[in-house]
């Protein structure tokens, strides 16, 4: 089974400096997606950014950017010019192609100082 | 453009009675509607989803099922609540076929609490 895993519970950084945040996933698939939420305290769930595997270019949605390893199976959020509505839960997630399931890494609590 | 609601927002309900959380989506037909749990400090759990009116799939066998009455409609119930049902509940919707970017669009989410 797919799992993934982020490896920082919390996170934080100055506002207007650059943070990374890293996730790891473990799958023998070939076609797959990832994404990246995030979940600010209303709690509802917003795309940051999509990677489809098939494509080497690494996704940006101008602040938001990934690093995207395929053979290390990485796929880091870097978010640049943090601002203080970045502060939030986020989560990465991975879908397989053809399947309906997202699977989800436990989060990474960020926090944006002024 | 489209937009899911989901209703209601929060929900106190005592041990044993039923649960019914309900999400619309609007400005699409025939999505793909999905139903997460998020337990406190976790993420998320997919429970169930629906291709298609009357189509349900389970993915974790429990005390909760669910129904698509209506193409943008899909219900989540209980007859009988449990301690372990109280959670964040979240509807996701997606678009299927040709033009489908495999996304999952999620909507305010419910959070009930069980006593």
């Known amino acids: 089974a797919q799992t993934v895993t982020q490896s920082q519970p919390e996170m934080s950084v100055q506002e207007a400096e650059t943070v990374t945040l890293s996730c790891t996933y473990d799958t023998s698939e070939s076609d797959y997606y990832l994404f990246w939420y995030k979940q600010p305290p209303s709690r509802q769930m917003i795309l940051v950014i999509r990677?489809?595997?098939?494509?080497?270019q690494n996704a940006t949605e101008n602040r938001f950017s990934v690093n995207f390893q395929k053979a290390a199976k990485s796929f880091s959020l870097k978010i640049s010019d943090s601002q203080l509505g970045d502060a939030a839960m986020y989560f990465c997630a991975y879908n397989q192609g053809g399947s309906e399931k997202l699977v989800f890494g436990k989060g990474t609590k960020l926090t944006v100082n002024p | 453009s489209q937009t899911i609601h989901q209703w209601p927002a929060t929900l106190v309900q005592p041990v044993g009675s039923p649960l019914s959380l309900e999400c619309t989506v609007e400005?699409?037909?025939?999505?793909?509607l999905y139903w997460y749990r998020q337990a406190a400090g976790r993420g998320l759990q997919l429970l169930f989803y629906?291709?298609?009116?009357g189509q349900i799939s389970s993915e974790v066998p429990q005390n909760l099922s669910a129904s698509r009455p209506q193409d943008r409609q899909f219900i989540l119930s209980s007859k009988k609540l449990l301690l372990s049902d109280s959670g964040f509940y979240l509807c996701?919707?997606?678009?299927w076929g040709s033009g489908s970017t495999d996304t999952q669009y999620f909507g305010p989410g419910t959070r009930l609490t069980v006593l």
């Open positions: 400005g699409t037909s025939n999505p793909n």
């Open positions: 990677q489809e595997a098939y494509k080497q």
């Open positions: 996701a919707w997606r678009l």
């Open positions: 629906s291709v298609g009116i």
